[in-house]
């Protein structure tokens, strides 16, 4: 079964940093681009990012642009999305996604929580 | 910045039908912006229901159907059922490896 876990959740002070991790399961990583996704709070949802199957093509939204880094660790099967210079409009829950090669978001992690507050 | 436009909210009877419509700010949606549509219900991660277009999702009902119609993508829902009552998102791509969220349409059975 494919399978997408997210994990970092936390809370972090304005202007401080974040990790979070997306462990993948049942497919085969290497061979899919990954993305990540976020949802504030009553809101819809935002894509932030995409990284290749190889990790050599990096795509970010103009509102996490410079900020927030994808990366990917085909050796173990996880991607990852740094994150600085954290605001308060970044509390947000993350998901990560595969994207397939037809284009499609699918499956999608249940997301963790990410609360930036002082 | 592109913005994708959607209707905030809906309503459809049951077994009725309704067409939710996803738009872009500047220009067209066509096949190459490879439409997708995403449920949500609260608490939940998104699920896939149409992918290019007009690809089913596995497991989506047929009652569920995707299209470009005019100059936007369309997302029909036939025979609306009770537990379709979700939150619908439609995702774009806009180019050079950027994809933009619709804001969502919020549809109501009743």
């Known amino acids: 079964e494919v399978h997408l876990l997210e994990s970092g959740e936390g809370l972090v002070q304005p202007g401080g940093s974040l990790r979070l991790s997306c462990a993948a399961s049942?497919?085969?990583?290497?061979?899919?681009?990954m993305t990540w996704v976020r949802q504030a709070p009553g809101k819809g949802l935002e894509w932030l990012s995409l990284?290749?199957?190889?990790?050599?093509?990096?795509y970010y939204a103009n509102s996490v642009k410079g900020r927030f880094t994808i990366s990917r660790d085909n050796s173990k099967n996880t991607l990852y999305l740094q994150m600085s210079s954290l605001r308060a409009e970044d509390t947000a829950i993350y998901y990560c996604?595969?994207?397939?090669?037809?284009?499609?978001?699918?499956?999608w992690g249940q997301g963790t929580l990410v609360t930036v507050s002082s | 910045q592109t913005v994708v436009t959607q209707e905030p909210s809906f309503s459809v009877s049951p077994g009725g039908t309704v067409t939710l419509t996803c738009g872009l700010s500047?220009?067209?949606?066509?096949?190459?912006?490879?439409p997708s549509w995403y449920q949500q219900t609260p608490g939940q991660a998104p699920r896939t229901l149409i992918y290019s277009t007009n690809t089913r999702s596995s497991g989506v009902p047929d009652r569920f159907s995707g299209s470009i119609l005019g100059n936007k993508a369309a997302l029909t829902i036939t025979g609306a059922q009770a537990d379709d009552e979700s939150d619908y998102y439609c995702?774009?791509?806009?180019?050079?490896?950027?994809?933009?969220f619709g804001g969502g349409t919020k549809l109501t059975v009743l």
């Open positions: 500047a220009g067209s949606v066509s096949t190459s912006n490879y």
């Open positions: 990284i290749s199957h190889d990790g050599a093509d990096t």
């Open positions: 995702a774009l791509y806009v180019g050079l490896g950027i994809w933009v």
């Open positions: 996604a595969k994207e397939d090669s037809a284009h499609r978001f699918d499956p």
């Open positions: 049942g497919f085969s990583f290497s061979s899919h681009a």
